[in-house]
């Protein structure tokens, strides 16, 4: 694991950045597929909808290029428009639901996580790295609600979460070291780490401990502990945490009473995978 960041190089002006630039020449790398998926993805907190011109903006598309995506997903029942601006379709949640469906781990998971619940009496969740965030795959909440609202297939910063922690953890150091040169790190709370030399401390720290605790740095009151779920080959796929408030569970009750039964639970799913 890096202990020192690569300089950061100026960012190119917007309007030059192609994403695709190293895939130009490569005969099986569909670019137009590509640009429509990130159409898609420029939706992202976008739930006011969205117009041509911004979606233009957030992909550095032209917007006649733009017009023609969103008029195609519109065409296939994936978006609407109302007067100009674009929303997406329920429909749009097959693509999403054709990963869920396909893969095991968010099913292997879900009796698992609820077992877990059921034995710490707080909420327990599973996610996987996506980017610079994660994403929930599976969830079981208790019947105690924080305000924090969350399902399957919500994202939050990596940086800055338990499962986050663990999952960057264990990336390979090239991979840990361009994710720290990019991410721009956010005060959620008075509590945040925001330091990149700070985070690097920590995940140094959750790669020896072999699981993460973070204590209201994405929001007051907010507790969670996280451990890796691993393949047979030693391989991080996902990061299985439980959450609670602060008045239910200090962090000496995290790492004496819940830590155990993650990681029992969680060496039960890693075998199943």
Known sequence: MPTTLEPKRAPKPAQTIDPFSEMEGNRNFVISFARGL?????????SQGITAARVAKKTNLSRA???????????LGY??????VYHLRPSVLRIGCSYLTSTTLPSLAQPILEQVSGLIRESTSLSALDEDNIIYLARHTSSRVLSVGLSVGSRLPAYCTSMGRVLLADLPPKQLTQY???????????????????????????????????DGELEPGLRSIAVP??????????????GAHVSSVTVEDMTTRILPVLRQHAEILSRLL
């Open 38 to 46: 990130e159409v898609i993805q420029s939706f992202y907190n976008e």
């Open 79 to 84: 978006a609407e428009n109302n007067a100009g």
């Open 229 to 242: 779920i691993r393949t047979p080959q030693g391989r991080t796929v996902a990061a299985m945490n439980a």
């Open 180 to 214: 720290l040169n990019r991410v721009k790190m956010k005060k959620w709370t008075s509590k945040t780490v925001t330091t990149k030399t700070g985070l690097i401390h920590i995940l140094n720290q959750v790669a020896t401990d072999r699981y993460a605790i973070v």
């Open 65 to 75: 290029a733009v017009r023609r995506f969103l008029i195609t997903l519109e065409m």
